[in-house]
């Protein structure tokens, strides 16, 4: 039998040639392990007597069971229709179905299974980390060594001047030091906040408390100073000098630049940095109000680093290489040693994670020569990023990333194609993109702000242009804040230029209350808006299928007329109509 004659596998057949926007069987894996995450999480945070752990340690068990139990059934009724019917020929077709459809199901469930016992284990951890018990009791004070995973940010607690982000490595509590890895959240006060860095070890003296609100559980209100046990690493020390020389060149600028540069490069606003300066910086009071018009804008996403700094950046290294006649190996190498350093730059946040899983992830596809898949790469993304660290579930804003991220990956293309008979290339696109990812995100959105922005697609459409040279100023400055001030004073002055275009969307579209629309609240908000753009969706599909069909009847189905788009119409009308004014004979 020639090569010719043979046939590939049956799912090989059906899924040739399918564009990646449109493959989408890891998603029912992605959507498994979110849930399961979510529901073990759930489930272990329900009250038991006592909270014992062992308690905890039984309803994971018990669902366990349940889940495996469930998936056995499952699997058995939606494999036996398609076992069972078929004769002769389409026998075979039958079984081979089954066999997919059952891979398909065990992929899904042995993942599920993964995500339980990765979710269970990190509770039960958490559960029994001392800062925990130590949490139970507000008033007591205790000894507490801490690293730094994040930026000293400023706060809104009262008495305190800062807040930041670590891991627990230890506390004393009465007289006994214990281990811990428990993340917290640790309120200190000046002078204590200016000696902080990412990834130094700290000592302070506190209370620890359960958190009132936020992502971050514990919180750890410092009495005192802050003691330095361990500086950061050599090149953690780097990056800490590179920042704060970059704030500080930043704090030269107008209001608008000081606000909004460091937040475009760093994902960080301005007046929140906390940076040690002659002068006292920008007011609060035009800061919050900027920010509150971003946000009514929707436009605030661009404060939020994700994905588009990880694409600019790869896209530069790409066209080095190209230049450069790099294999595609040595590029792969490059971009692997890029991208943790861009990480290391970037204010660590949920949408970084997202970005940076992803974008290493998609270095496999460039080191066997395809072209990336992103919707692949999206849900393994959540796969790996929820096995690694459950709490992204529910995270808003690693939700809030790959909603968008999932938009523009199976929609974009179409929408782009379709609004580009209404409107040029250049707008077509931004435009396209701005709209998909609104789309899908926008149930995540009302679920932290019960809030729709009215015209956040021509903030969007207007600020576009100038996000990508904002980015790569700002990043340029921040590389060369610490040897070279005055090329970074120049650079951080042109990237604030283009913010300015920024300050003049948000002043023009979100200075006003009635820019935003008010929703429901919570769950059945984000129910009542995904009903609500499916059934946009499902007109404008009819109305689509409508107009096909009446042009089947008026050509008796021979084809379908020929229309000029509707920019090309709109330039006809307005030159003949400037044409028609030439015309005319104007008295006076």
């Known amino acids: 039998m020639g090569m010719r004659t043979m046939t590939a596998p049956v799912c090989d ?6 564009a990646g926007s449109r493959d989408l069987r890891m998603l029912p894996v992605a959507v498994g392990v979110w849930s399961a995450t979510l529901l073990t999480r759930w489930i272990c945070s329900q009250p038991g007597p006592g909270h014992d752990v062992f308690w905890q340690h039984g309803r994971m068990l018990q669902m366990a069971c349940l889940a ?9 009724l939606v494999l036996t229709p398609f076992i069972m019917k078929g004769t002769g020929k389409d026998h075979g077709l039958a079984v081979a179905h089954a066999h997919r459809t059952l891979c398909t199901l065990l992929t899904v469930c042995f993942a599920m299974l993964a995500a339980t016992l990765a979710t269970a284990a990190r509770n039960l951890t958490e559960h029994a980390d001392p800062v925990n018990v130590s949490a139970s009791s507000s008033t007591e004070r205790v000894n507490l060594t801490f690293t730094a995973r994040s930026l000293p940010l400023a706060t809104s607690m009262r008495g305190y001047d800062c807040q930041v982000d670590g891991n627990a490595r230890s506390v004393v509590r009465h007289d006994v030091r214990r281990p811990s890895s428990r993340g917290v959240r640790v309120f200190a006060r000046q002078p204590a906040c200016g000696r902080i860095a990412q990834q130094g070890y700290y000592a302070i003296v506190g209370t620890i408390q359960e958190a009132a609100y936020g992502e971050m559980p514990i919180w750890v209100l410092a009495d005192g100073g802050t003691m330095t046990v361990k500086d950061p690493p050599a090149p953690w020390r780097a990056i800490h000098r590179m920042r704060m020389a970059f704030l500080q060149t930043t704090r030269g600028l107008d209001d608008q630049g000081v606000v909004l540069v460091p937040g475009v490069t760093l994902g960080v606003l301005g007046h929140d940095a906390m940076v040690h300066c002659a002068d006292g910086g920008v007011d609060d009071e035009y800061a ?20 588009g700094h990880y694409a600019l950046v790869g896209t530069l290294v790409m066209a080095l290489g190209a230049r450069l006649h790099w294999n595609r190996f040595v590029k792969a190498g490059a971009l692997a040693m890029v991208y943790p350093m861009l990480t290391m730059v970037l204010a660590p946040s949920r949408s970084v994670t997202r970005a940076m899983l992803m974008s290493m992830l998609s270095l496999g596809f460039l080191v066997l020569g395809r072209r990336r898949q992103n919707v692949h790469l999206l849900c393994l993304t959540v796969v790996f990023g929820l096995l690694l660290d459950p709490s992204l579930a529910s995270s808003y804003g690693f939700a809030l990333s790959c ?7 199976t929609a974009c293309t179409r929408m782009t194609a379709w609004v580009s008979h209404l409107l040029p290339d250049r707008l077509a696109k931004p435009l396209a993109a701005s709209c998909c990812a609104q789309l899908f995100a926008g149930p995540v959105q009302i ?8 015209w956040s697609l021509p903030a969007n459409l207007l600020v576009a242009p100038f996000v990508n040279a ?5 990043l340029c400055s921040l590389f060369v804040a610490w ?16 913010t300015t275009v920024i300050e003049y969307a948000a002043r023009l579209f979100g200075s006003e209350e009635s820019s935003t629309l008010a929703w429901m609240e919570g769950i059945p908000g984000a129910a009542v808006l ?39 119409r709109l330039t006809q009308w307005f030159e003949h109509t400037f044409e028609m004014m030439g015309w005319l004979t104007w008295r006076r």
Request: contains cysteine; aromatic residues 6%.
């Open 447 to 454: 679920l932290m702000d019960n809030k729709v922005s009215i």
């Open 288 to 307: 919050e109000l900027l920010q509150e018009q971003c946000r009514r804008a929707g436009i605030m996403h661009l404060m939020a680093v994700s994905g």
């Open 530 to 568: 995904i009903v609500t753009e499916l059934t946009a969706w499902v007109l404008i599909v009819c109305i689509g299928d409508l107009l096909r069909a009446y042009d089947g009847t008026v050509t008796n189905g021979d084809g379908r007329p020929l229309r000029m788009p509707v920019r090309e």
């Open 13 to 18: 057949r059906e899924h040739r040639g399918i």
């Open 403 to 409: 909603a968008a991220v999932f938009g523009l990956s």
């Open 470 to 474: 904002a980015t790569i100023l700002g």
């Open 68 to 76: 495996a139990a469930s998936a056995a059934i499952f699997i058995a």
């Open 483 to 498: 040897m070279a001030p005055g090329v970074s004073r120049f650079l951080a002055w042109a990237c604030s230029q283009c």
